[in-house]
């Protein structure tokens, strides 16, 4: 549970806690027995003429514009709702490209190249379905996060594609965005991304023992008060709170990209809001003090619940 203690004069403490491998069978002829015409010699199957570069480079384009289509979607990607859809339209898209292509027969001398590019289109689309699921788990939170988890795939078909246009001039080149390796990017500890207008005498002192980094983000009515990093196993204290009632949300996560954390994220909100108010007498000034903890506590009495992203003040 999150708890709720008394620090000094009036305070109190809110705490809480995806190459198939395929079996051919071939059947030996008689002796004297003709291969039909057009027939592969150990099938007997027809084997399709190959097209000519002109019919084989309008193929191509008839999906390369789909696919970058496709991928510039998830690239765009605001909100993690957004980006679930987007990734799996772009799944959905790449896998019948895949399949298209696979079918064709190219030019003699684009076959190589032809069966490389198909083959890595083939592992980044069985790879982007996986991402897919690691975005519903929120394993996976941002379109910079997807194409990082995607980078040795992504990279392969990059290349595959590229050298199949040099090739000659065929529309291969699918990949719209820069491909990026995993990062780890983290601010320094108590950076304010919003630092607001501070000139209270109340403080709120936040305590993230989590493992992963977190931005406490706080609301003074619909008004977006202040947020600041904090690192996992640190502290910080804001000073300079101004009376009013706040709501307190806040995110964990890793490799924080300026706006969202890119992996392993989590949204949440307190429960109870904090009120901040200070009262005056002839001899004394009283103000309130409140500390939060972004992980659980023995005791604690201030529950927290998770938010839907797309909800979270950002």
């Not at 290349?159 to 990026?180: E, F, H, I, N, S």
């Not at 196993?233 to 300079?240: H, P, T, W």
Request: glycine share 10%; with cysteine; aromatic share 8%.
């Amino acid at each position: 549970m999150w708890q709720m203690v008394a620090p000094r004069l009036i305070s109190c403490t809110l705490a809480v806690a995806m190459l198939a491998l395929t079996a051919c069978t071939s059947t030996v002829q008689g002796q004297g027995e003709p291969t039909p015409s057009g027939a592969s010699p150990s099938t007997g199957e027809a084997t399709p003429a190959a097209l000519t570069a002109d019919a084989y480079r309008q193929a191509l384009g008839e999906h390369r514009d789909g696919v970058r289509e496709a991928l510039s979607q998830v690239a765009s990607a605001k909100s993690i709702k957004t980006l679930d859809a987007r990734v799996e339209r772009a799944e959905e898209t790449l896998r019948g490209a895949s399949e298209s292509l696979s079918a064709l027969a190219p030019p003699v001398e684009a076959r190589v190249q032809h069966e490389a590019y198909v083959a890595s289109l083939r592992a980044f689309t069985t790879e982007l379905g996986t991402t897919l699921g690691r975005v519903g788990s929120m394993t996976v939170c941002t379109a910079g996060g997807v194409f990082a988890d995607l980078s040795g795939k992504l990279q392969m078909l990059d290349q595959t594609g590229k050298a199949l246009r040099a090739l000659g001039d065929y529309p291969a080149d699918v990949v719209p965005v820069k491909v990026a390796k995993k990062q780890n990017r983290r601010l320094a500890n108590g950076t304010f991304l919003r630092s607001g207008r501070r000139d209270g005498r109340g403080s709120l002192q936040i305590d993230n023992g989590a493992s992963r980094d977190a931005v406490v983000t706080v609301l003074r009515g619909k008004a977006k008060a202040f947020s600041v990093y904090l690192r996992r196993k640190s502290s910080f204290k804001v000073r300079g709170v101004r009376d009013g009632t706040y709501e307190v949300f806040f995110t964990h996560g890793a490799d924080w990209d300026g706006r969202a954390f890119s992996r392993t994220c989590s949204f949440e909100q307190f429960e109870k809001s904090v009120r901040f108010r200070t009262t005056y007498t002839s001899t004394q000034i009283r103000w309130h003090d409140w500390r939060v903890t972004l992980h659980t506590v023995s005791g604690g009495n201030a529950p927290t619940k998770t938010v839907d992203p797309g909800a979270f003040p950002g």
